[in-house]
Every structure is written in C-alpha cells, then in structure tokens.
C-alpha cells in the first residue's frame, strides 16, 4: 500500500526577511528541525533551518542537500532570499531541475557517458545528449542523506551517504560527508570528504543558483568577476575538447567585474552558441590547492556582494539558459531565463577522459576533501 506524498509548502521568506522592527528580537542563532515531506514508500526528508546572529539563514533539506532558501542583507540590512528554491517538497520529488542539491559522484559532464580506469572500461547511465551528467539521473541529488546537526553561534548541518559499488556506473562503495556550516561572518560554508573501497572518480560541487536582487529581476545587470586567465572551450554538446584557452579577448573575460549580460548573447562566438550563453568552466590563475577567492559577485540596486572561496581548481558558470518560467519559486516568482547564476566549484569536466586534465581519481587509502565559501556582504 502506498502512502500518499506528504506537501509542506515553504512559508513565504518575505515575511522573515523584512526590516526587522526595533522592538522585535531577532531569532538566536542555532539550527532547528522540521518534517520536510514524505515519499510514496514512506521515506521522509527533513528541514533543516541555520541561523547565525546576525538574521542570515539558510535552509537545507537532507533529501538531496538541496539548498532550498539563503537569506543575505541588502545595503540597508534587509534580509533577502539569494537562492532559487522551490515552494514545497512535492516540487523537489518530482526531480526538478538542480536548483542547489550535492551533485556527485560527478560533477558536470562526462562525455559519451563512458570512461576508463586502470585498463577497465564502466558505462554510466546518459542523461545529456548522450553524456552523463552530474552523476546520472539518480544522482546524489535524488537520495536521502543521514543528518546530524550540530548547534551553536556557528551551526552546522553534516550528511552523510554511502553510495554503493556499481550505483549509476560508477566503482566503488564511496563515503560521501558535506557539511554546511552558516559562519558569524554571513558566509555560508559547504566542506566535502570522502573516501573509497575502490579506485573511482569523484567531482563533488553544489548547484545553487544565485540572484542577489533578492529574486527581483535577472542577473543580467549583476557584475561578475573570476580569477581565471583561461577557460575550457567544447564541443556542440559541452564537451570540453581538451584546450585550455586564454579568456582574454573574449566574452569569458571576466578577470574584471563585468555585467554578466554584457557579452552574453555573442552573435560571433561558437561557445556562445553551444552554451546558449555561458555554461563552461574557467580555470583559475591560482594553481594552488589553499583556499582562495575564485570570483565575486556584485548587484548594483540591493548592493549585495558574494566572494567566493575555493580549494577547487575551477568554476562552472552556469547563467541559467534554461529556465523558461515554467517553474516557480517561494512566493510564487517565476524562475525565468537567467533568472540565476551557478558558481558551481569543482575539477573540470570530463577529467576522466582527458589525462592533460587534473585527476579526480580518488584511490583507497586517500580521502577526497573539498571546501568551498560563499562570504555575503553589502556595499
């Protein structure tokens, strides 16, 4: 006998986001549970709510480790949704687009949907135009993942998921931790590990979407800049063809705040046209494996600034070319086309296939670790 989905619409962030009146205390920084919604076999996904003490806060749900709403203040402290979220539990179910889960084991595409490791060749489910993408259709997004909370001025949310030998192609029982940490410093922290029984490949990366408007126009206007002197140009079906191509002289020139519409729609330029706008990775300029700024971004009418961290050797950019205002958000907001943009941290694509790329082999006895930082500010 199956049980019916269980709904629970998100409660509109207007009314927690707004300037706070004077005599109201604010809530107190910490992590609380609620029942997000329950699955037709009778799983049941939870919400999890972090604040810090400044009003920021950030919703994360274990089904996925979607990223479901992130508050950040405006210039004159109004706290905002800066993150495309859906309304309810049934809409993350229905396997919507990535608007901010895990992705893995793979992040981004691997081409022809097939690799080979250590003379042994694995076929992978294609769900991309005969590639796979972001770990196949029953990805890390589409699982539930053990949560434990952590409270406190700095709260924390760690999940966990072991993602078995042969689970969508891939070999190797994999053991997956990403902790979500909401810092006093209104930075939203996500640290990966994880570690193998055989050697695999792992890519591991969060696809939130971002609009620091507080989800009141596209990001066209928003001023984007990467720390990245070259990029990784494709083929017709985003497969990256093994060049490392310098950005300058280009429309991926973004070593300079750059409105992100400025050379968008390029009329001269394939990658334009593969991508539909931009959806490519850029290769920082610091080859390093510390923790650095990768890029910022800025929106000139709420003031919102983003600076983001990284330990990974690259960044997709991803100006959501596919959205059509199909789906709707918190609030009912239509999520239209480049309604967002992902900064999706990671290794490059289809590293499997290119040796000139650098590795995401991960071998047993090693342990896989990652961290990304999005720091929010305003000015």
């Known amino acids: 006998m199956k049980i019916a989905l269980f709904l629970l619409p998100l409660l509109s962030l207007s009314s927690m986001t707004s300037n706070p009146d004077p005599n109201v205390i604010k809530p107190k920084a910490g992590i609380s ?80 949907a097939k690799f080979t490791l250590d003379g042994k060749e694995y076929t992978l489910p294609a769900n991309n135009n005969g590639n796979t993408l ?7 997004d589409k699982q539930i993942w053990k949560a434990t909370t952590i409270d406190g001025k700095e709260p924390a949310l760690i999940l966990t998921y072991l993602s078995k030998d042969g689970e969508e192609g891939f070999p190797g029982d994999l053991s997956v931790e990403v902790r979500y ?24 990366t969060n696809h939130a979407y971002f ?43 973004f070593t300079k705040p750059t409105a992100i519409g400025a050379r968008i729609d390029d009329p001269n330029d394939t990658q334009i046209k593969y991508g539909k706008g931009y959806d490519h990775c850029w290769v920082f300029t610091d080859k ?31 100006t959501a070319n596919n959205l059509n205002g199909k789906l709707t958000g918190i609030g009912g907001v239509p999520y239209t086309r480049r309604f967002g943009v992902c900064l999706e941290t990671q290794h490059f694509p289809d590293s499997p296939n290119k040796p000139n790329f650098p590795t995401t082999v991960l071998r047993p006895g090693d342990t896989y670790i990652s961290t990304t930082v999005y720091k929010f500010s305003a000015k």
Request: proline share 6%; aromatic share 8%.
């Open 288 to 318: 390093s494996k510390s923790l650095k700024l990768g890029a910022t971004l800025y929106e000139p009418t709420s003031g919102r600034f983003m600076e983001m961290y990284t330990t990974e050797p690259a960044v997709q950019v991803y």
């Open 211 to 253: 609009n620091l408007s507080g989800l009141k126009q596209d990001v066209l206007n928003s001023q984007l800049m990467v720390k990245a002197d070259a990029f990784l140009p494709t083929d017709e079906k985003q497969i990256p063809t093994g060049e490392i191509q310098p950005v300058a002289g280009t429309p991926f020139d």
């Open 33 to 112: 549970k609620t029942l997000f919604g329950t699955f037709p076999d009778g799983r049941e996904a939870d919400l999890f709510s972090l604040r810090n003490d400044n009003g920021m806060l950030a919703k994360i749900t274990n089904y996925g480790g979607y990223l479901v709403a992130l508050t950040a203040p405006d210039k004159s402290g109004k706290q905002e949704d800066v993150v495309l979220g859906l309304s309810s539990f049934s809409d993350y179910a229905k396997g919507t687009p990535s608007l901010g889960p895990i992705i893995g084991r793979f992040g981004n595409r691997i081409g022809n």
């Open 181 to 204: 940490t909401l810092q006093k410093d209104n930075a939203l922290r996500i640290d990966y590990k994880a570690t193998t029984d055989k050697a695999t490949v792992v890519n591991l």
């Open 134 to 140: 972001h770990g196949g259709p029953k990805g890390f």
